[in-house]
């Protein structure tokens, strides 16, 4: 049985995941945020160096809320 994943793995998995719906690359997303695409490589390899300040604007260039990639599959609750 391996290690558990931190909270910042999991975060960068839920990233790559929505990426890979939407078919985005980490070339796009460093422009984004404004970094190499080396950089992007590591923070979403093993969250290593993910900045959860960048949070807010990852997820509105992918078009989900905020919650989508700390808490995926949530329920949802309508107002």
């Avoid at 049985?1 to 990233?15: D, K, L, N, S």
């Avoid at 422009?31 to 979403?44: A, D, T």
């Avoid at 807010?56 to 949530?74: C, F, N, S, Y």
């Amino acid at each position: 049985m391996g290690t558990p994943a931190t909270f910042r793995q999991r975060v960068a998995a839920e990233i790559r995941a929505e990426m890979a719906r939407q078919k985005r690359t980490g070339v796009q997303l460093a422009e984004v945020l404004q970094c190499s695409q080396q950089s992007v490589s590591r923070r979403l390899a093993e969250g290593q160096g993910l900045d959860l300040d960048e949070l807010p604007l990852i997820a509105e260039w992918l078009g989900i809320d905020v919650l989508d990639l700390i808490a995926p599959g949530r329920e949802r609750v309508s107002a």
